[in-house]
Structures are given as structure tokens and as C-alpha cells.
């Protein structure tokens, strides 16, 4: 069963990455480039619908959603394309791990944001 899940766990890093790529390639509808980020942008977000921290729920919209957006968004994305972009995700997870920095920056960001603005608020609150 472990193997199971292990396998499972492979294969949506790939699809995530086929996505991504999808979502750049140009045989895509605008639609289903907009809806194909915002699956990609969802799952690397630091920031859940539900937080991880509530017992049981916290990773149930993980494990729903994710699934979820990846089949909605498969529906979207032309066959032709989609295996194109399956197959040189699979290429690449092979050869080397993607980075992708500039999307990481800008999460790094929104957190340091949101501490600078929680440290404000607190600071004005008390009057330090």
C-alpha cells in the first residue's frame, strides 16, 4: 500500500510539472492556461483553503483538491498537447528536479509581507 501511495505521489509531480507546462504552451486555450495556473499556483502555495494545521481537513483539501483541479484541467488541455507535455515532464524529472526560483521568490515574499504587516499592526496596537 505504501508503494502504492509513493507511486501515486510520483505521478502527480509529474503531472504538476506537465501542467505547468501546458500552461505555457501555445496549443492551449487562454482558458485553460488561466485555469492550469491557478491549480499549479495552489499547490506550491504556502497558503490553503483550509490550513494544514485543523486535523484531518487540513490535508483533505490537498488530497481532494489538487486531484481535483489536475482532472478539471486535463479536460481543458488538448490531448495532442497535453501528451507532449507529459512526455518532456517525464524527460526532464528524469534528467534533473525543475526549479523554478522566481516563483519561489515570490512566495518568500508574500510571507515576508504578511509578517511585516502582522509586526505593524502589532506594533501600532501596543504603541511601541
Known amino acids: ?10 505521478q502527480l ?3 504538476t510539472y506537465a501542467l505547468y507546462l501546458a500552461y505555457r504552451h501555445p496549443g492551449v486555450p487562454w482558458y485553460a492556461k488561466v485555469f492550469s495556473a491557478c491549480v499549479v499556483a495552489y499547490l506550491f502555495s504556502p497558503i490553503d483553503l ?13 488530497l481532494i483538491l489538487v486531484p481535483l483541479g489536475i482532472m478539471v484541467a486535463l479536460k481543458m488541455i488538448p490531448e495532442d498537447v497535453w501528451q507532449e507535455c507529459k512526455e518532456e515532464a517525464l524527460n526532464t524529472m528524469r534528467q534533473n528536479r525543475p526549479a523554478n526560483w522566481a516563483a519561489a521568490g515570490v512566495i518568500i515574499a508574500i510571507w515576508l509581507l ?13 504603541n511601541l
Open 1 to 10: 500500500m505504501f508503494e502504492q501511495w509513493k507511486t501515486k505521489a510520483r
Open 13 to 15: 509531480k509529474t503531472q
Open 50 to 62: 483550509i490550513p494544514d494545521f485543523i486535523p484531518i481537513l487540513g490535508y483533505l483539501d490537498d
Open 114 to 126: 504578511l509578517f511585516a504587516l502582522v509586526l505593524w499592526l502589532v506594533l501600532i496596537h501596543w
